[in-house]
């Protein structure tokens, strides 16, 4: 597609409940990001993706939140046992490893996650 | 780990004059700073990002210098517009691929 798509655009859950939130990002991106922004605030970050594997996530708050990518394209952020503390807009990015592009990250709308 | 502060955090300026936000950091070691310009209910966006090994950027309205000595950089933006209204956010980077963002700045063009 022309840019990274996110699914849902709002999730409503109760909290104990599990969610899941899409990530399609550009085509022949290699590279995945996820990001959980807090009202008011600047984005953090969560897990990275280069392809299938998950270099990095450091960023995780806790072992309820689970990201994969199993074919190196879509990404799926779970959240385990939802909690109030985890309403946020949770944000996916992705970026080529073109030399010249290296490290441009494009964003998707997000997923705003509220628990109620 | 990396800390990146951002100032101000909210700015009004009147249609046509310029905005300038300031971004300092604290990793030496970071290399790559890009600018994030965020609407409601949407994605952050990129509008101008400047590497280690250039000391000023522009792109019409927007400019953005570096200063690694002193570990700040700064979004300036002239001839403000209405549709300039917006959260900006700053970022920084070693190259370890994911970004640090600053608090954002919430900027308002008042027509």
């Given at each position: 597609?022309?840019?990274?798509?996110?699914?849902?655009?709002?999730?409503?859950?109760?909290?104990?409940?599990?969610?899941?939130?899409?990530?399609?990002?550009?085509?022949?991106?290699?590279?995945?990001?996820?990001?959980q922004q807090a009202l008011g605030q600047g984005?953090?970050?969560?897990?990275?993706?280069?392809?299938?594997?998950?270099?990095?996530?450091?960023?995780?708050?806790?072992?309820?939140?689970?990201?994969?990518?199993?074919?190196?394209?879509?990404?799926?952020?779970?959240?385990?046992?939802?909690?109030?503390?985890?309403?946020?807009?949770?944000?996916?990015?992705?970026?080529?490893?073109?030399?010249?592009?290296?490290?441009?990250?494009?964003?998707?709308?997000?997923?705003?996650?509220?628990?109620? | 780990?990396?800390?990146?502060?951002?100032?101000?955090?909210?700015?009004?300026?009147?249609?046509?004059?310029?905005?300038?936000?300031?971004?300092?950091?604290?990793?030496?070691?970071?290399?790559?700073?890009?600018?994030?310009?965020?609407?409601?209910?949407?994605?952050?966006?990129?509008?101008?990002?400047?590497?280690?090994?250039?000391?000023?950027?522009?792109?019409?309205?927007?400019?953005?210098?570096?200063?690694?000595?002193?570990?700040?950089?700064?979004?300036?933006?002239?001839?403000?517009?209405?549709?300039?209204?917006?959260?900006?956010?700053?970022?920084?980077?070693?190259?370890?691929?994911?970004?640090?963002?600053?608090?954002?700045?919430?900027?308002?063009?008042?027509?």
């Amino acid at each position: 597609g022309a840019g990274v798509s996110q699914s849902p655009r709002y999730k409503v859950a109760k909290r104990g409940q599990d969610v899941a939130l899409r990530c399609d990002p550009i085509s022949g991106h290699v590279s995945l990001f996820w990001y959980q922004q807090a009202l008011g605030q600047g984005p953090e970050f969560l897990t990275y993706f280069q392809n299938e594997a998950q270099l990095d996530k450091s960023g995780l708050p806790s072992d309820r939140f689970f990201a994969e990518r199993p074919e190196g394209s879509v990404s799926t952020l779970k959240i385990q046992r939802t909690q109030q503390e985890d309403s946020a807009v949770y944000l996916c990015a992705s970026s080529s490893r073109d030399r010249l592009a290296k490290n441009i990250q494009y964003f998707g709308a997000g997923t705003r996650l509220s628990v109620l | 780990g990396e800390n990146v502060e951002q100032h101000p955090s909210t700015l009004s300026v009147q249609e046509g004059d310029s905005a300038v936000i300031k971004c300092t950091y604290s990793d030496s070691a970071s290399n790559y700073f890009p600018w994030y310009k965020q609407e409601l209910g949407k994605g952050p966006q990129l509008i101008i990002d400047i590497r280690s090994n250039v000391g000023e950027k522009k792109d019409q309205r927007i400019a953005v210098t570096l200063n690694k000595t002193a570990k700040h950089f700064s979004l300036h933006i002239t001839e403000t517009q209405p549709e300039d209204s917006a959260v900006y956010f700053c970022a920084v980077t070693d190259y370890g691929q994911n970004f640090v963002f600053g608090p954002g700045t919430r900027l308002s063009v008042l027509p």
